[in-house]
């Protein structure tokens, strides 16, 4: 994983974390596991994922300090990006163009707790600016799609990336260009701190 602490943390609201140690990385792992297993049966979680190399690996925890919701930042490469499979050829016009590109995965929030997702899609807007990103890559459900255009006024790439992952979701492919954030979206992660 990349040295955390520099350009990550100071864009993290209060109730996320990085992960900064092989502890806290064992504990995330395990979250996403237990989650993955009912929810995604056909994603693997590996402690040895070769892109965590290029990736900030973000967390939340209880009260109780167990583990709540997980995501992770994956910068573009040489080795490229995770879900490359499936929207290569829609990004590589980004990539020839020279745009910076980013890839949100393992993003998992146990329950129905919005106000995480907001401290997330916070943090990832931040930290794409910190970082002069210009496009944030998701494959995300497709009954998210909608709220995801309203919100952040993504584009959509590929509607059915033809891969459920074990589940009975269809999935898609979207792309965040983060200087066409919509004001909707900075009005609805105002309070973040």
């Not at 979250?31 to 049966?41: D, N």
């Not at 693997?44 to 690996?57: C, H, L, R, S």
């Not at 899609?121 to 930290?127: E, G």
């Not at 952040?152 to 009975?168: K, N, P, T, Y």
Request: with cysteine.
């Amino acid at each position: 994983m990349f040295d955390q602490t520099p350009i990550i943390s100071p864009c993290l609201p209060k109730s996320l974390k990085c992960v900064q140690s092989d502890e806290e990385l064992a504990k995330v792992l395990e979250f996403r596991k237990k989650v993955y297993s009912h929810t995604y049966p056909g994603v693997e979680i590996a402690k040895n994922d070769p892109y965590y190399d290029q990736a900030y690996v973000v967390y939340s925890e209880t009260d109780e300090g167990k583990v709540e919701s997980t995501g992770t930042v994956i910068f573009d490469s040489q080795k490229g990006l995770p879900e490359d499979k499936y929207f290569a050829e829609m990004v590589k016009e980004y990539r020839q163009s020279g745009k910076k590109l980013v890839e949100i995965g393992r993003f998992v929030i146990a329950g129905h707790k919005i106000d995480l997702l907001q401290y997330y899609y916070k943090a990832i807007y931040d930290v794409a600016i910190k970082n002069h990103i210009d496009i944030v890559l998701m494959v995300i459900r497709q009954k998210d799609i909608r709220f995801h255009q309203r919100m952040m006024g993504v584009d959509l790439l590929i509607h059915d990336i033809e891969e459920d992952f074990g589940s009975s979701y269809a999935f898609s492919c979207i792309a965040w260009d983060i200087v066409k954030t919509p004001q909707r979206f900075h009005n609805w992660v105002a309070f973040v701190a």
